[in-house]
């Protein structure tokens, strides 16, 4: 069911920035360091993908897109992109591309809603597909409770999209409730790709070749071994990214943690929670005290090879 509260365009994403990879490897040395295939990737689609370290956990997500044959931009979160951003410049190597933080030169905005059609964006177009209005990128996102959802990347001082102001808070809920976790500084490290339902949203690729972490995540992929998920839960009471999930029937083991949380319009919070799947028969969760509703994810999650 459609939200009436969730119609809008946000004022600037200020919790978000940009990567800038330039250069006529830009695209190939992506390639070898990202869960996704950038080499191919067109200029009508953008990827979901992200960094590892050797074990396969994930340091930083992204969503990236290749406006131009040598250039590639990467939207992550801003608390995480210093770092993401020297990780990545150290294999750069003899790589004829160059790495900068564009985050100052460019505006990001989320569109929900009737702001799409407003702003010439097809509300029905697939999460991933990239559209190029005027100087602006316009990324189709996955929906949040059925309203239609779009990332706006343009240069910084070009027109904004127009529509009403949309409550940044509100977005952010609603960036949850899409089912999508943005990584942060909390749970840099934390999580396998498949922990956060990223093999079933597009955000790896099986078939790509080597990556750092690679080899573990097409293990956990392909031998059964992967044993949590990303479920989507409502709270009464306010949840922290990072924070510890258990069973009621058991305070003292965790079996999960808060992956990305915020509140939502009807006071209550939602999460989502990276936990182990038998903890779906454990008979109830919590964290902190508060009893956690589970509730339907809004994809299908792929079935392990």
């Known amino acids: 069911m459609s939200s009436p509260v969730l119609q809008g365009v946000t004022p600037l994403l200020s919790h978000l920035g940009v990567i800038r990879a330039e250069g006529p490897d830009a695209a190939s040395f992506l390639h070898g360091q990202l869960t996704q295939d950038f080499a191919l990737l067109g200029g009508g689609e953008a990827r979901l993908a992200a960094l590892c370290t050797a074990k396969g956990r994930m340091i930083a997500s992204f969503i990236g897109i290749r406006p131009e044959p040598d250039r590639v931009l990467l939207v992550c979160s801003q608390d995480i992109l210093p770092a993401t951003l020297k990780r990545l410049s150290m294999f750069v190597l003899r790589a004829k591309l160059k790495l900068s933080d564009a985050s100052a030169e460019f505006a990001l905005y989320g569109l929900a809603g009737s702001a799409l059609t407003a702003n010439g964006i097809d509300a029905m177009a697939a999460p991933g597909q990239r559209t190029a209005i005027g100087d602006a990128s316009v990324v189709a996102l996955y929906p949040a409770d059925g309203v239609p959802r779009a990332l706006w990347i343009a240069p910084a001082g070009s027109a904004a999209p127009t529509g009403a102001t949309l409550d940044p808070a509100l977005w952010q809920w609603s960036e949850v409730r899409s089912g999508i976790v943005t990584l942060t500084t909390p749970v840099v490290e934390a999580f396998v790709p498949q922990m956060l339902n990223y093999e079933s949203v597009g955000g790896v690729n099986f078939k790509k070749g080597c990556y750092p972490g690679q080899e573990i995540v097409a293990r956990s992929q392909f031998r059964g071994t992967l044993k949590r998920r990303a479920y989507l839960v409502t709270a009464e009471a306010p949840l922290s990214t990072g924070q510890e999930v258990f069973a009621l029937s058991d305070a003292e083991q965790p079996v999960g943690t808060v992956a990305q949380a915020a509140p939502g319009p009807d006071g209550q919070w939602a999460a989502l929670v990276s936990m182990q799947i038998a903890a779906l028969d454990a008979g109830g ?16 999650l792929l079935e392990d090879i």
Do not use: I
Request: charged share 5%; glycine share 12%; no cysteine.
């Open 285 to 300: 969760l919590q964290a902190g005290g508060t009893v956690l509703t589970l509730e339907p994810l809004p994809y299908p």
